[in-house]
């Protein structure tokens, strides 16, 4: 048992209805770093209660990160007092049965072991690796123990780690940008990533523009895993569709994209950033999104399937409880490869257009239709004669995420883990399985900022 | 907890440091939310700990730790102090010099939040939900928000200062839905409605009960409107989309670690340089913008920011030229920073920026229009790693014909390039008009930290604006 379960337990023992108990604790360190030294470096540890009383069918929560005896009364308190207040939710489907809880990867030792001074060392490893170059960027490790405990005989626990390095090579004029991701620390190369940044911020020296206008273009993994996240979030959770605000709302079983597009949530993917159950205990299960191009569904969540009118199944995607009004959300974003070997090939396929290496700042124009902005970031290059050709300024686009994916010449047969967590809050990290894309529709809609600092 | 902090300080100085300050935080927030008549979320979060900052041989460090006793401050400050050497790397950080304070500081509350029974809240929001309730809208929902904040600082220049801040909002949205089209409308403002230091009677002040009808309405309405054409005209911009274009194009760019690169992986830099104070051209002679943390409710407001700087106002454009920055004691120019709760790092940050009022009324502004959009409320927002393009979206629009509001538009945006835009404002509205709002999700640093910050913005007017950018 793990010291998460344990809290969670004790919580348990303090109410004297139904109740859930949700523990999360944290050891984690950021070592961040600015102009190639570190600037902010932050060690966080925490642990959290989140506490669900039940009393007929109504709901109260209460949250603490006091856990010895006498904040887990008073968090008691507090979440009786708030059921005893509330009126009964009419989609609230019970606290979940004991169910059996998918196999996988256990914590990496390896990662668990690092301290502030590896972490340290880390960075300043990536920071060496861009030479001349300053640069800008995080190592980050952390472990979490998770646990979900309930007065239906819920007992789920799972210790987690994850790390990631972020490189930013960038001045005056130039600028280039890599990241790399993994539940293992052994799958970083926080050199290697040093060098990606460095070599791309070399290629972006006089930066030229383009007039604005629908370009062909190739997005690096890091790109379309970012435009995927946000296409997702809008687009792939059951409140959105219920509500009828998802590009998703009317098309379950519709062609929306190119053939060659597949894409799933999965958690158990053991490439990714494994979970073996959601906020509620429940078990993770594998969701198919859209298949061969066909939208298939989106996630659920115990809540969310009451209220559609079924049962009260999930699929193993419960939000924190002080979210739930966000609805369940797909944190495990998986979109299949393709045939091609390189991105150079996806140049090639391509012909005439635009490279991109990285988005910024998007914002959802319109979710009904699934329109996303923002801007390109730290590698935008011209595509000419199926090449990689001269650098270009940051790129405002317009894009319609669904017909991006319409029209897709090529995408990579690797793919890669891209860190989607920006490490708000208690820890969560997630992260999209992305190949690299090459599609005909790339909608510039301004020029923005030259590259760099 | 001021002895607490006393003791990590002492503690981070036997570790090494040449500097250091301690933060005990105790933060509890309260949230009510119903949607379509039932309630959709209830949380009551608390969570408390005690967060320590060091210099050791010119490095930073941070740490922090859940448990307020000895052992945790003691804790905290070894783990900063290690941290710190071990991130090391030579060179020197000087901190801008401070007298020292010992003071105590609370926002003025007429109602406590937290007296305000849960029972009473929920009510509250089913009454407001209810005047959303029309057949197009598919979901109406109302919430509201309290929060508690009490912090103690000490640090190792000899500052002792104890703050207690509260905070209420709340707001309404309606999603309108029919004929393949989702379109809403939120009161007071989008994106979780509006905030202040403040109690209840903030909350209570609102008006949601009374606005409910007339969001819902209009929300309907969208849903037989055209979409925005797009063109290059005159826009009028109210007051809340204003906030937003303040934040967006004044605040972050004119944040002083942003222009030295600290960002720059995340958040990102800022078209403007050191060197610009005093001399760039940021708008037309209209554009005044002041930084002011003691603005009276403002979300951004505070006696002493994190670093024990006492709050006081900075002028950052005046008539159109940028004279003064957002920063720290780092960074030269300190007042403005804070620290997202007790286990995160002070940042610079926003305190409340305003742009000022000018003269005259909306509708003067707007008959001051031959051809061109009325543009009201927030929907969608991005702007590049410079804050020079921006391309913003609104709830509602309304076509401006010789000086009168014509029919309604749907799912208008516009976009431009900061100081061009800027240059363009050639009316601001007066003070009658003036309205301050506050947001709590302005997203910095790595890890992510949120603040909560308050805008003040008349209505204003800008002339040959790109607007109706499609996909």
Redesign the interface.
Do not use: K, M
């Given at each position: 048992m793990n010291a998460a379960l344990e809290i969670a337990e004790a919580a348990l023992a303090h109410v004297g209805d139904e109740a859930e108990a949700h523990v999360q604790s944290e050891r984690?360190?950021?070592?961040?770093f600015?102009?190639s030294?570190?600037?902010?470096?932050?060690?966080?540890?925490?642990?959290?209660v989140t506490l669900r009383v039940v009393r007929d069918g109504r709901?109260?929560?209460?949250?603490?990160?006091?856990t010895g005896d006498a904040g887990l009364r008073e968090?008691a308190a507090?979440?009786t007092?708030?059921a005893e207040?509330?009126?009964a939710?009419?989609?609230f489907p019970g606290l979940p049965e004991p169910a059996a809880l998918p196999i996988v990867a256990g914590p990496d030792s390896g990662t668990l072991a690092l301290g502030?001074?590896e972490?340290?060392?880390l960075?300043?490893d990536a920071i060496a690796a861009t030479g001349h170059y300053?640069a800008?960027?995080?190592f980050?490790s952390g472990s979490t123990e998770i646990a979900v405990a309930s007065t239906t005989g819920v007992r789920a626990e799972q210790t987690t780690t994850d790390a990631t390095v972020?490189?930013?090579a960038?001045g005056d004029g130039f600028s280039g940008y890599a990241t790399q991701t993994s539940a293992r620390i052994a799958d970083l190369d926080v050199r290697a990533c040093g060098v990606e940044a460095a070599a791309k911020a070399a290629r972006t020296r006089d930066a030229a523009t383009v007039e604005p206008g629908v370009y062909r273009a190739v997005l690096e993994p890091y790109a379309l895993a970012e435009l995927l996240q946000y296409f997702a979030w809008d687009s792939f959770g059951a409140v959105g569709l219920l509500?009828?605000?998802s590009y998703l709302?009317?098309r379950i079983g519709e062609p929306i994209c190119d053939a060659r597009i597949s894409i799933a949530d999965d958690a158990l993917d053991a490439d990714g950033l494994p979970r073996a159950f959601d906020f509620e205990g429940a078990p993770k299960e594998r969701v198919a999104l859209v298949e061969d191009g066909i939208a298939r569904g989106v996630v659920w969540d115990r809540r969310s399937a009451t209220r559609a009118g079924g049962d009260s199944r999930g699929t193993g995607h419960a939000p924190p409880?002080?979210?739930?009004?966000y609805g369940p959300l797909p944190f495990a974003l998986s979109m299949r490869g393709g045939d091609a070997g390189s991105l150079d090939e996806l140049a090639e396929a391509v012909g005439d257009g635009i490279y991109v290496t990285r988005l910024?700042?998007?914002?959802?124009?319109?979710?009904?239709?699934g329109?996303v902005?923002?801007?390109t970031?730290d590698g935008t290059f011209r595509i000419r004669d199926g090449r990689v050709a001269e650098p270009l300024a940051?790129l405002?686009f317009?894009?319609?995420v669904p017909?991006l994916l319409k029209d897709v010449p090529a995408l990579t047969r690797d793919v890669k883990l891209v860190n989607g967590s920006?490490?708000?809050?208690d820890?969560f990290a997630f992260g999209v399985l992305a190949p690299a894309i090459a599609t005909a529709y790339f909608?510039v809609?301004?020029?923005?900022?030259s590259p760099g600092? | 907890m001021r002895e607490l902090c006393g003791e990590a300080v002492e503690a981070a100085r036997a570790a090494g440091a040449s500097y250091a300050d301690a933060r005990a935080v105790l933060r509890r927030q309260q949230t009510v939310a119903t949607k379509n008549g039932r309630v959709d979320a209830l949380s009551d979060v608390e969570s408390e700990g005690i967060g320590v900052r060091v210099l050791v041989d010119g490095a930073w460090g941070f740490a922090c730790d859940r448990r307020l006793t000895a052992d945790g401050a003691h804790d905290a400050a070894a783990r900063a102090a290690a941290f710190a050497r071990a991130s090391g790397g030579g060179g020197t950080r000087e901190l801008a010099p401070v007298e020292p304070r010992r003071a105590t500081y609370e926002t003025s509350v007429e109602i406590d939040p937290f007296s305000v029974p849960i029972a009473e809240k929920i009510d509250f929001c089913l009454r407001a939900e209810e005047g959303l309730r029309r057949a197009e809208v598919k979901v109406a929902e109302a919430f509201v928000r309290a929060l508690r904040e009490q912090k103690v600082l000490v640090t190792s220049d000899g500052a002792e200062l104890e703050q207690e801040l509260v905070e209420c909002g709340g707001g309404i949205d309606a999603t309108a839905v029919g004929d393949g089209l989702a379109q809403i409308r939120s009161y007071p403002s989008a994106h979780g409605g509006s905030s202040a230091q403040a109690g209840w009677e903030y909350v209570l002040s609102l008006g949601l009960e009374r606005e409910a009808p007339r969001v819902a309405e209009q929300a309907a309405a969208l849903l037989q409107a055209p979409e925005c054409a797009p063109g290059v005209m005159d826009v009028v911009i109210d007051a809340e989309q204003m906030q937003l274009q303040v934040h967006e194009s004044v605040g972050h760019p004119t944040e002083l670690d942003r222009v030295l690169g600290s960002e720059a992986a995340y958040a990102g830099t800022s078209f403007l340089k050191p060197v610009d104070v005093g001399s760039l051209r940021y708008g037309s002679p209209l554009m005044n913008i002041t930084a002011d943390p003691t603005t009276p409710r403002g979300l951004g407001t505070f006696g002493f920011d994190d670093e024990g700087i006492p709050a006081e106002p900075q002028p950052i454009v005046r008539e159109g030229v940028l004279v003064g920055w957002i920063g720290s004691r780092e960074a030269g120019f300190p007042g403005s920073m804070r620290a997202d709760g007790w286990s995160r790092m002070p940042l610079v940050r926003m305190t409340n920026l305003h742009l000022d009022p000018g003269e005259g009324t909306l509708e003067e502004l707007i008959e001051g229009v031959d051809d061109g959009l009325y543009l009201e409320t927030n929907k969608s927002w991005s702007i590049d790693d410079k804050r020079l393009n921006f391309q913003f979206g609104t709830q509602v629009a309304w076509e401006i014909r010789d000086g009168k509001l014509g029919k309604l538009v749907r799912d208008a945006t516009y976009t431009g390039i900061t100081p061009q835009f800027w240059g363009s404002l050639d009316a601001v509205a007066g003070l009658d008009a003036w309205r301050l709002q506050g947001l709590t999700n302005c997203g910095k640093g790595q890890p992510g930290q949120s603040a909560h910050v308050s805008h003040g913005a008349a209505p204003a007017r800008f002339r040959g604006v790109q607007v109706g950018v499609h996909a």
């Open positions: 984690s360190g950021l070592a961040r600015a102009g030294r570190q600037h902010q470096p932050t060690l966080i540890e925490d642990a959290v709901v109260g929560v209460a949250v603490s990160n006091r968090l507090r979440a007092d708030a207040n509330t009126p939710d009419p989609d502030p001074g972490q340290a060392e960075a300043a300053p800008y960027g995080f980050t972020l490189v930013l960038s509500e009828e605000r709302a009317g409880v002080v979210l739930q009004s910024h700042y998007l914002g959802v124009v319109h979710p009904r239709e329109v902005t923002g801007t970031r940051n405002r317009t894009v319609s017909r920006d490490f708000y809050g820890r909608n809609t301004g020029v923005g900022s600092i | -």
